[in-house]
């Protein structure tokens, strides 16, 4: 447990629990809040009868005579019938980082606070919707899970999975050196014996997740869920400050670089926008949805912004 308790360092169960209140003005999902409990608010990809009309389109073999558009049928000389969106429970998992790459920020907070906020704030928004809400914290070597449930005790561990992992953090903290790969691979490998079909998939981490992650292991979850890509970052990821010659010391590594230098600010840019340009890339080849998070900001009002349409300015 961390000596000191910053909130701009260390999240809080006091802070994840506060998310809360954001929930219900935060347009995750299309569907209004409705009252009923027994059934979750997310549109299904797959189409049957239901209560949201989709479409008209030519009768085929096998359709429901009962949904036959007499009005177009009689107008066109041809048979038509209407098509409809299916309701079916969406159980919404949030696969979170907290990692020492994490334990960093030069804004608001520390990127490992901004992804605890994060994922608590999704998952109190899935089950102001009464859906099932699960997930899992995940760090190099290391994945803690929450299946599924449409209870506020699955959300509660969760919350406290998240704060476990984020007090974990220490400076100078790193992972293992023999272990170079990608900590988020692992924990899409082990989400594949948990996630079931027609979920909706949160994945947050840091935004250099993008240079070790195996693509091959989201394609089948992506195939079979709704996902939302969230990669984290700071300003400084971005770009170097001003400052002259800086000590970086990682283990028993050190390197000295000069942040003045033309030639090094240039490449530390051009290895972000790299990443960037993968991220976006790969969110177009899954067709699915991007949502960076800044460290300048909260989470609430990123997400809220971004998914109405207004996005914060890009960081540069």
């Not at 027609?198 to 250099?208: E, N, Q, R, T």
């Amino acid at each position: 447990m961390p000596a000191s308790l910053d909130p701009a360092i260390y999240t809080s169960l006091e802070a994840l629990l506060a998310t809360r209140r954001h929930c219900n003005k935060l347009p995750l999902f299309n569907r209004p809040v409705r009252n009923g409990r027994q059934s979750g608010q997310q549109s299904s990809r797959l189409r049957g009868r239901g209560v949201d009309f989709d479409q008209v389109r030519a009768y085929q073999p096998g359709d429901d005579i009962r949904n036959i558009d007499w009005r177009v049928t009689a107008r066109t000389q041809k048979v038509h019938t209407k098509v409809f969106n299916e309701e079916r429970e969406r159980p919404v998992f949030v696969i979170s980082e907290q990692s020492p790459r994490l334990f960093f920020g030069s804004q608001r907070c520390f990127k490992s606070v901004l992804a605890a906020e994060t994922s608590a704030l999704i998952a109190w928004t899935a089950l102001s919707h009464h859906d099932r809400v699960g997930g899992m914290v995940y760090s190099p070597g290391s994945c803690h899970e929450v299946r599924p449930r449409r209870d506020r005790k699955a959300l509660l561990q969760l919350l406290h999975l998240l704060i476990q992992a984020n007090h974990q953090l220490q400076p100078g903290l790193q992972a293992d050196p023999d272990d170079e790969s990608e900590p988020l691979n692992l924990a899409l490998r082990h989400s594949r014996e948990i996630i079931r079909p027609g979920s909706i998939l949160y994945i947050i981490c840091d935004h250099s997740a993008i240079d070790g992650l195996n693509q091959s292991l989201l394609v089948p979850l992506a195939g079979h869920n709704d996902m939302v890509l969230l990669p984290v970052l700071d300003p400084l990821d971005s770009s170097l400050p001003l400052f002259g010659p800086l000590d970086f010391v990682q283990g028993e590594e050190r390197i000295t670089i000069n942040t003045l230098e033309p030639g090094v600010r240039e490449a530390y840019a051009e290895q972000f926008q790299q990443q960037q340009q993968s991220w976006l890339r790969l969110a177009r080849r899954l067709r699915c949805s991007l949502i960076p998070l800044d460290t300048r900001f909260a989470a609430h009002e990123q997400m809220r912004d971004t998914l109405s349409g207004h996005p914060r300015g890009e960081t540069k």
